[in-house]
């Protein structure tokens, strides 16, 4: 069964920092790779399909970049708003679908 | 709009069984591959189960299979989970999630609100 791990498991950042969250599987999965964001006490939302697209109406300081094994989801500029917990997610692999562990993400 | 609303999540003993729904709206329900993803109290994500838009394609995880059973009702565009054999360690909040047409398309959106499933006696 494939793995995803993502580090760190949280981080502190300031208003307007670049933050950077890895997630590497433990095989290849070619760009079959999503992100979510998870505020406190919500549902999780999607923000990234096929590793690098972006959902519609998700704000453009989100990226994400990668395949094979090794993927980065970059928030350009942190904003207050931001505050979450951030989650990986491969699909069409073995387990069909398998999540990361998940990155908190605090503004300082 | 596209929503999901989730019901029949509740308190339940140790070994019982539960069968939660989903209520869809808003889209072509018999088009789309649907999933089932839990979230135990303060831990991560957990994926529970897919079936696929005709309901031939279907996939547990190894947490829940043999216990879990998940199926789908294209004419009253609903999706279902059937949970058995019920212990501690599946109390979470479920939740419904609409992926896309194929196997290809596995990503998440939407989710509906969530319903949560207490094991406790």
């Known amino acids: 069964d494939i793995q995803m791990t993502q580090s760190p498991s949280s981080l502190s950042a300031s208003v307007g920092d670049r933050v950077t969250i890895t997630c590497r599987a433990s095989?290849?999965?070619?760009?079959?790779l999503a992100w979510y964001q998870q505020k406190p006490g919500k549902v999780p939302k999607l923000l990234i399909y096929?590793?690098?697209t972006l959902q519609s109406g998700v704000p453009s300081r989100f990226s994400g970049s990668g395949s094979g094994t090794d993927f980065t989801l970059t928030i350009s500029s942190l904003q207050p708003e931001d505050l979450a917990t951030y989650y990986c997610?491969?699909?069409?692999?073995?387990?069909?679908?398998?999540f990361g562990q998940g990155t908190k993400v605090e503004v300082k | 709009q596209v929503q999901l609303v989730e019901s029949g999540g509740g308190l339940v003993n140790p070994g019982g069984s539960l069968r939660l729904s989903c209520a869809a709206s808003g889209f072509t329900f018999s088009d789309y591959y649907m999933s089932w993803v839990r979230q135990a109290p303060g831990k991560g994500l957990e994926w529970v189960s897919y079936?696929?838009?005709?309901?031939?394609?279907?996939y547990y995880a190894d947490s829940v299979r043999g216990r879990f059973t998940i199926s789908r009702d294209n004419t009253k565009n609903s999706l279902y989970l059937q949970m058995s054999s019920l212990r501690g360690a599946d109390t979470a909040v479920y939740y419904c999630a609409r992926e896309g047409y194929s196997d290809y398309e596995g990503w998440f959106d939407p989710w509906g609100q969530g319903t949560l499933v207490t094991v406790s006696s």
């Open positions: 997610q491969t699909y069409n692999s073995a387990p069909r679908r398998a």
């Open positions: 079936i696929s838009s005709s309901g031939s394609n279907i």
């Open positions: 095989q290849g999965i070619n760009s079959f």
């Open positions: 096929a590793a690098s």
